[in-house]
Structure formats: C-alpha cells, structure tokens
C-alpha cells in the first residue's frame, strides 16, 4: 500500500487501533499493533523501524513505537507529500 493512501486513511480515522477511538498516546505499540495501525504488513514496518524510516525504539530484540510519534511521523510525510505536489503542478 503506498504512503498516500496510509495518510488518507489515517487522517480519515480508520486506523483507531482502541475501543471508542480513544487511545493513550504514552502506550507502547508492538510491530503487529503499528502494522494494523498503518494498514501495512508486518514486515513493511520491521523493514521500516530498521532502516530509520519510521520512528521507532529498540527494546531488547523487539521493536516498540509511541503513538504520538506516529502521528507526528504521519503529519509530516503528509505535509512534505502536498508541497511535492503543489510544485508538481507549478
């Protein structure tokens, strides 16, 4: 699934990952729990973390990501992605 259509559906609400939409973003998310999140394969994600393309820590062999670092993430790829676009159409 390409990047774009992550942020739609993720500026949309359809990656909540908790019952109401509502989710502390101090947890700790797993590679599997990001993965439904982003609507991405699991592997997408390790492939990701390990190359420093998404945020991401480090814990012992597993790999654990902030939501609010997500989000954060997601924002900007989502901005840099409409200002490619705008000078695209210049």
Known sequence: MALSMV???WRS??????K???MNQEVLLNVKQVAQY???KES??????QDGKI?????????????????EWLER???SENSAKAT???
Request: hydrophobic residues 40%; charged residues 30%; glycine residues 14%.
């Open 88 to 90: 695209e159409a210049d």
């Open 77 to 79: 790829h989502l901005k």
């Open 38 to 40: 982003l609507q991405l």
């Open 55 to 71: 945020p991401a820590i480090k814990i012992g062999r597993t790999w654990r990501f902030r939501r609010a670092d997500l989000d």
């Open 20 to 22: 109401g939409g509502k």
């Open 44 to 49: 997408t994600i390790y492939s990701w973390a």
């Open 13 to 18: 609400g359809d990656g909540g990952l908790a």
């Open 7 to 9: 942020f739609k559906q």
